[in-house]
């Protein structure tokens, strides 16, 4: 049985960082938030797997090559379409996507339940509603929502957002999906909402947890930025290690900050941190 299960999107980032773009040469990276999140998982110790769609194309075997190199386990599904591509524009802090859906279009009529078995915790990442609605109760789930669950409003989420053990959105998906202007207000109602662990990401700003128990604010710790691309994802699957693995929230707060702030410093979605730079990191700035 697989620690993880990571669902969602499968992509190749065509990675243009410069400030002139006309001059700058695209560069191939593997990426998706759900295969980002499997190898940010994987290099933190856990038995991750990814389950999305890809075509047979040289895309799809970017996309396999890397899973395989980071040892995730592909339960990928091959389909006669493209796989899905985003032309990414990227400079320090601003990012501009382009996407292609491609292949991942077949999310919408994925069955998940022959897969709930298959690992001890499911991760969807940024899914399409249809996926949100199958998830049962009583399982260990998180949910980053991504622009597409974050059209809808709290009152037609509210009745799958219950069975999300760990919802992890940005602040602007927070407060688009509860119409507050104050994401402390936003994590309130997604708690009384029903969601055990709520932990708004904030950027720069580091990230907000809050629980029926407790409300806290961790400070960043701000690596010099070369590209965010993936940040998102490095932070919610060093959040997901640590919980996995016994960690207090607190601690799995600062996991995440510190992988977020590894994966910015370099080119790529699947920039993440490694066991050993998060222990060192974590030495430095923690202890």
Not at 20 to 32: D, E, F, I, K, Q
Not at 129 to 155: H, M, N, R, Y
């Amino acid at each position: 049985m697989l620690d993880v299960l990571s669902v969602g999107n499968a992509n190749v980032d065509l990675m243009i960082n410069s400030k002139r773009v006309v001059t700058a040469t695209p560069v191939l990276m593997p990426g998706g938030s759900a295969c980002n999140f499997a190898v940010g998982c994987s290099r933190l110790g856990l038995d991750a797997g990814y389950l999305g769609f890809i075509g047979d194309d040289d895309f799809g075997r970017i996309i396999t090559g890397a899973l395989k190199k980071e040892g995730v386990t592909s339960l990928a599904k091959i389909v006669k379409q493209m796989t899905g591509f985003v032309l990414v524009f990227t400079y320090k802090r601003f990012k501009k996507f382009i996407k292609h859906v491609g292949a991942n279009e077949n999310l919408k009529s994925l069955v998940l339940k022959p897969y709930l078995s298959k690992s001890r915790h499911l991760h969807l990442a940024t899914p399409p509603l249809e996926l949100l609605k199958q998830v049962p109760s009583g399982l260990s789930v998180s949910l980053d929502p991504g622009a597409t669950i974050s059209s809808f409003k709290l009152g037609d989420l509210a009745p799958y957002l219950k069975n999300v053990k760990v919802f992890i959105p940005n602040e602007e998906e927070a407060l688009m999906i509860t119409g507050r202007r104050d994401y402390h207000l936003a994590a309130f109602d997604l708690v009384n909402a029903g969601v055990e662990i709520v932990i708004i990401k904030l950027g720069k700003g580091g990230c907000y947890l809050a629980t029926k128990d407790e409300c806290t604010k961790f400070r960043n710790i701000n690596f010099r930025v070369f590209d965010t691309t993936g940040a998102g994802d490095a932070f919610c699957s060093a959040f997901i290690s640590a919980w996995l693995k016994g960690k207090t929230l607190s601690e799995a707060c600062k996991w995440a900050i510190i992988s977020s702030n590894v994966c910015v410093t370099k080119l790529g979605a699947q920039q993440s941190a490694t066991i050993k730079e998060l222990n060192e990191i974590y030495d430095k700035y923690y202890s």
